[in-house]
């Protein structure tokens, strides 16, 4: 990363009239303005945000990034966001990375620029040492996923582990054995070079709990989507296999709706047949028919903690936070299971 000193001795003059240039002092030669700005171009030079706010001159907008805008899960995460940040005079802009590892670093250049004054990640894709070096331009604040090698940044999430071994003992209480699983992700088919630690700990949770108990897992009895076209893409599949499980876990709600909604066509009966669990507890879960067992996100408490840090470190620029802050996500037993 360059420095003010290596744009003064490309441009050949002194550091002070690098600081100069970039305050826009009008006493300035022209000739010595226009070689700064060369040199800042040439060097890929941004002024360094602490002593950017220090000069009161700060954006007062946050940068939230999450990776499908339709998902509405990440909808009431924002909401409570928008509503801290409205609350303390801050502007929020959303982008939507679309789980591409460019387009995040795209968005993370809003802070590196001075666009932004700070970046909430809903979502991650690129591993934590390629986005650490932002770091330097501004507070980063994960919410909900997070990397395996965090270091410098909070993050406020749920127990992933803890929510899906609830889940899978619930389902194995009551009776069901035989039990499919589906995931937002698929770990082992994610893009080269990109993990999800959020995946891992939920199929984690579950095979724990399942080996533990003596439960059989079925290769064929696991499955990835995010839609409610992929759960109906599910049901048709589970009616192919000769041999079906009796219960699926999903990875979110609309999963969940998407298999309950095509069992009503395939006259497939929920729970007598194939008992459905979900994920998130959005509004969706209690119109369903029947109503969705599923587990509760704290969405509105994970988006306002998440601000709400955010807003703590642009006060504090000379502290940095190390944190990961787990919130209660209890099961949402219904008429599914």
């Known amino acids: 990363m360059s420095t003010i000193k290596d744009v003064a001795t490309k441009a050949g003059v002194s550091r002070s009239t690098v600081s100069?240039?970039?305050?826009?002092?009008?006493?300035?030669?022209?000739?010595?303005?226009?070689?700064?700005?060369?040199?800042?171009?040439?060097?890929?030079?941004?002024?360094?945000?602490?002593?950017?706010?220090?000069?009161?001159?700060?954006?007062?907008?946050?940068?939230?990034?999450v990776s499908r805008i339709v998902n509405p899960f990440f909808s009431a995460v924002?909401?409570?966001?928008?509503?801290?940040?409205?609350?303390?005079?801050?502007?929020?802009?959303?982008?939507?990375?679309?789980?591409?590892?460019?387009?995040?670093?795209?968005?993370?250049?809003?802070?590196?620029?001075?666009?932004?004054d700070g970046v909430i990640l809903a979502s991650i894709v690129n591993d934590w040492e390629t986005i650490y070096p932002y770091l330097q331009y501004g507070p980063i604040v994960l919410c909900n996923e997070y990397p395996r090698d965090l270091h410098g940044a909070p993050v406020i999430t749920i127990d992933q582990k803890k929510a899906m071994t609830t889940i899978t003992k619930h389902l194995l209480h009551k009776g069901y054995d035989s039990i499919a699983y589906c995931n937002v992700y698929d770990v082992n088919h994610l893009p080269e070079g990109v993990r999800s630690p959020l995946a891992e700990d939920r199929y984690e949770g579950f095979v724990q709990t399942m080996k533990s108990e003596g439960k059989v897992i079925q290769s064929s009895w696991r499955f990835s989507g995010h839609s409610v076209d992929d759960g109906r893409d599910i049901l048709r599949t589970i009616l192919g296999l000769s041999n079906r499980p009796n219960a699926i876990i999903t990875g979110s709600d609309e999963i969940a709706a998407g298999i309950i909604a095509e069992a009503k066509v395939k006259k497939v009966r929920i729970p007598e047949d194939l008992a459905v669990v979900g994920f998130d507890n959005q509004p969706t879960a209690t119109l369903l028919e029947p109503q969705l067992t599923t587990i509760?996100?704290?969405?509105?408490?994970?988006?306002?903690?998440?601000?709400?840090?955010?807003?703590?470190?642009?006060?504090?620029?000379?502290?940095?936070?190390?944190?990961?802050?787990?919130?209660?996500?209890?099961?949402?037993?219904?008429?599914?299971?």
């Open 296 to 337: 509760h996100q704290p969405t509105f408490e994970m988006g306002k903690q998440a601000m709400e840090m955010l807003l703590t470190l642009l006060a504090n620029q000379n502290e940095q936070y190390e944190s990961v802050t787990f919130l209660e996500a209890p099961i949402q037993i219904r008429h599914s299971t």
């Open 20 to 65: 100069r240039v970039l305050n826009h002092h009008p006493y300035v030669d022209e000739k010595k303005r226009k070689a700064v700005q060369e040199a800042i171009k040439e060097l890929g030079y941004t002024p360094n945000s602490s002593a950017q706010r220090l000069r009161g001159t700060e954006t007062k907008t946050i940068a939230v990034l």
């Open 78 to 116: 924002v909401d409570a966001m928008d509503e801290v940040a409205t609350m303390h005079s801050y502007r929020m802009i959303l982008c939507n990375t679309r789980g591409r590892a460019d387009q995040e670093l795209h968005f993370l250049e809003l802070l590196r620029t001075k666009q932004v």
